[in-house]
C-alpha cells in the first residue's frame, strides 16, 4: 500500500500502545489521507483484445474500496485499536462514526451504480437479504432420516406409477 521508508509504511515499528492520534481532528486527517491514498491507488484489472489477430492487453482501473482493514494497513494501527476509537468518549467516536459513514457511502453508491459487486458489497454491508426456513405453522424443520436404499425405492415406485398412468391416459403425466 503506502511507499516504503514513508510515515505509513506499514512494516516500521508498531506503536507502543499509545493513542496514534492526538485528536479526533488528527485521527480523521489520517482517514482523508487513506481515502486519497485508495483514489489515487485504483486496483488494476488486466483485460485482453483481440483484434484482427492482435492480441492488447492493458490494465482496466477499478475503484479502490474503503475498509477499516485497509485504513488499519495504511496507518499502521490494529483494527481493534481503530474499532476502541468507536467506543471513546473524548471525541474519536463521533469521529469514527463519520469515517465509517464515509466507507459505507462509498461502497453503496459505487455497488447502486454498478462501479463494484453488488452482491459482494451488499453482504460486506449488511444488506444481504436473509430467508428464514422454518417448518410447518412456523415451527422447527422435522429432519427424518431416509437411507439411500429407501430414497432410490421411493423414485421407483414414483416412477413405477407415472409409467402406469401413462399407459393408462396415452399422454404423459407431469
Known sequence: ????????????????????????????????GYFAWCDEHPLLEEETTAYQ?????????????????????????????????????????PAMELVDQVMYT???EHAAAGIMNSN????????????EITGKDSGPIQMEEVSARERVNSKLASL??????????GEPQQ
Open 1 to 32: 500500500m503506502a511507499a516504503l521508508g514513508n510515515k505509513n509504511d506499514p512494516w516500521r515499528n508498531l506503536s507502543n500502545g499509545q493513542h496514534p492520534f492526538a485528536s479526533p481532528q488528527e485521527l480523521l486527517e489520517a482517514a482523508q
Open 53 to 93: 489477430g492482435d492480441v492488447t492487453r492493458f490494465d482496466k482501473k477499478k475503484v479502490r474500496p474503503y475498509t477499516l482493514k485497509g485504513m488499519a494497513v495504511y496507518l499502521n494501527i490494529a483494527v481493534k485499536k481503530l474499532e476502541k476509537y468507536r467506543l471513546d468518549d473524548s471525541g474519536f467516536a
Open 106 to 108: 462509498q461502497k453503496f
Open 120 to 131: 459482494f458489497i451488499s453482504r460486506d454491508l449488511g444488506l444481504a437479504e436473509k430467508q
Open 160 to 169: 413405477a406409477t407415472r409409467i402406469s398412468a401413462d399407459r393408462d391416459t
